[in-house]
Every structure is written in structure tokens, then in C-alpha cells.
């Protein structure tokens, strides 16, 4: 069974030479776009463009533990067919991962990624004022964060890439940790790397618990803050939906519900669908559709006017 909380405020006002390799559904897939790079790696996004877009972009962040793991596009593209079906163009956004990499570098990255499509927004078909983004558990923290504190980038950088903005229209995320504060030191709770039984969602990746060191956690603790969602909540944030079940024994339900009353305090337009029963991941058919439905229709109305 779902529940669904809504609050609503007032309204508040390249491409590199990447060829798309095959197409399904009327889909093409243009895979591995390179839009950055760091300690001698490419950072990558595949870019799923339906036969007929809408013009709005979301941003998947692949990020299961703050590990972010390559898929053949052709695999990847069920996760986002409901998302395609109604004409958004998908970018499946890969990031540093742990071990090497922690959650500020993470989220370093995804930004980067974002002010990468708005700079490169007409040559991939969309609107750079119409983006979502979204995904789970790790993934929906990077995606509050997106949501959440966002600039307009520096105008002295000599990176091009970094004087354009980083704001984005609407948030979707998944069974989010809010609150890093107090987790920025190695945990038996999150693995440091991918354990074989994890499994996708809706493009994303999800972990279960495990019992290895997560060193992604592992950073200064004064920059805790700067990664907590909570911490960046105000009133000129984009509408943002939280979807989480509250049998979440991984990532606490509690994650969802205040930042859901947090944004409510602030006069966010946000909502909070209660997957009743539901633990880390959503690992029932029922469990995903419910999410997944409730993801395309907060884009569609918050994009596209629908």
C-alpha cells in the first residue's frame, strides 16, 4: 500500500563525438559522452533520447554506496523506459567512486556533470531550464544535494564547464540519507565496494547491507555539512519528492520524513510517498511500479506542465 503526503507552496519562480550505437524502442543511445576528468580517468554519462522528445532532461545519478557502476546501455535502458515512454531524454550520470573516491568528491562530480548538459543543452535536444534529477539511497542524496545548494557558477573559471549553473527544475529521490554530519567516518553499514548481490533500480544502482568498511564516509569531518541535505534546505529550492518505504532497515525511514518536513518549513512544493511494508530498495514489482509511477509524474508535472 502507498501513502502519499504532499505540501504545496506558491509557485516558485558538444557534445563530444560520441555516435550513437543501436536503438530500441525508437530509442538511440548515445553512451560513454566524456564530461570531465580526474586522476587520469574520464568521468561519463550515456544519454538515452526517445523517438519523440519533450524536451526535458533528467538526470539519473548511478550511485548505489557512492559507487557508481558502468552498464551496457542496453541493459540500463529498463530502468528508464518509463521515463522515455513519455519523451524525457535520460543521462545515466557515472561518478568517482569508492573506495578511491568520497562522498564530497561524489558530488563534485555530478555537478559537474550537470553544468556539462545546460552548457550542452541545444545540441542534446533539451531545455537546460527543464532538468530533473533523481535516484537512490546514495543516489538520491547526490540528488537533494543537486536540488538543494546549486550556484551559477564562477565567471572567472577558466573551465567552461565551470561558469555555467548548476541549478535544476525538480527533484525525485529514493530512500535518501539527509544527514552526513554524524557519518563521516568509516561504517560497517555501507560496503566500500559493490557486493555481488546488489541490484538496479529504475537505472540506479541499490546496496544491501554488508558487513565490509565504507570509505567513501571516511572524510574531514567538517565537511559532513557540506554533504547533508538537511543542512541546504530554503525556501528557493526546486519542488522536490521523496519516495521511501517504512520498513527501510538500511536507511532509516526517519531520512524522508524530516527532510519532507523540513522543506515543508521552508514553503518547498514537495511531497512524500510512503511505500508501506517496503524495505531498501524497492525489490518487489509492485513496490517499483508504485515508485516508478510516482517519479514520471512528478517530472511530467513539473517539467512539462502536464
Not at 546501455?73 to 573516491?101: C, K, M, N, W
Not at 529521490?173 to 554530519?181: M, Q
Amino acid at each position: 500500500m502507498t501513502r502519499f503526503v504532499r505540501a504545496t507552496a506558491l509557485p516558485l519562480m558538444l557534445f563530444c563525438l560520441a555516435v550513437p550505437l543501436h536503438a530500441q524502442s525508437g530509442v538511440s543511445v548515445t553512451p560513454d559522452v566524456v564530461y570531465g576528468h580526474k586522476a587520469g580517468m574520464a568521468l561519463t554519462f550515456d544519454v538515452f533520447t526517445p523517438a519523440q522528445p519533450n524536451g526535458a532532461g533528467i538526470l539519473n545519478m548511478v550511485s548505489g554506496g557512492w559507487f557508481s557502476q558502468w552498464r551496457a546501455p542496453e541493459q540500463a535502458q529498463a530502468g528508464y523506459q518509463a521515463l522515455l515512454d513519455e519523451g524525457f531524454t535520460v543521462f545515466a550520470i557515472r561518478h568517482g567512486s569508492a573506495p578511491r573516491f568520497d562522498v564530497p568528491e561524489a558530488y563534485a562530480d555530478v555537478t559537474r556533470a550537470v553544468r556539462y548538459v545546460r552548457l550542452h543543452a541545444r545540441d542534446l535536444g533539451i531545455d537546460p531550464e527543464r532538468l530533473g534529477v533523481y535516484g537512490g539511497s546514495a543516489g538520491g542524496q547526490l540528488s537533494l544535494m543537486l536540488g538543494l545548494a546549486p550556484d551559477e557558477g564562477d565567471p572567472e573559471a577558466t573551465d567552461e564547464v565551470l561558469r555555467v549553473s548548476s541549478h535544476v527544475a525538480a527533484v525525485v529521490a529514493f530512500f535518501p540519507p539527509v544527514d552526513l554530519r554524524r557519518r563521516a567516518t568509516p561504517s560497517q553499514r555501507f560496503p566500500a565496494r559493490l557486493p555481488d548481490q546488489a541490484i538496479s533500480f529504475a537505472g540506479g544502482l541499490v546496496l544491501p547491507t554488508a558487513s565490509e568498511q565504507f570509505v567513501a564516509l571516511d572524510f574531514e569531518e567538517e565537511l559532513g555539512a557540506s554533504v547533508s541535505p538537511i543542512v541546504h534546505v530554503s525556501a528557493d529550492d526546486p519542488p522536490t519528492l521523496l519516495i521511501h518505504g517504512d520498513a527501510d532497515t538500511l536507511v532509516d525511514f526517519n531520512n524522508s520524513e524530516i527532510m519532507h518536513a523540513a522543506l515543508v518549513a521552508s514553503g518547498v512544493e514537495t511531497g512524500l510517498v510512503v511505500i508501506e511494508g517496503a524495505g531498501h530498495g524497492f525489490r518487489t514489482a509492485e513496490d517499483q511500479a508504485q515508485a516508478s509511477n510516482a517519479l514520471v509524474g512528478w517530472f511530467e508535472e513539473h517539467l512539462t506542465g502536464h
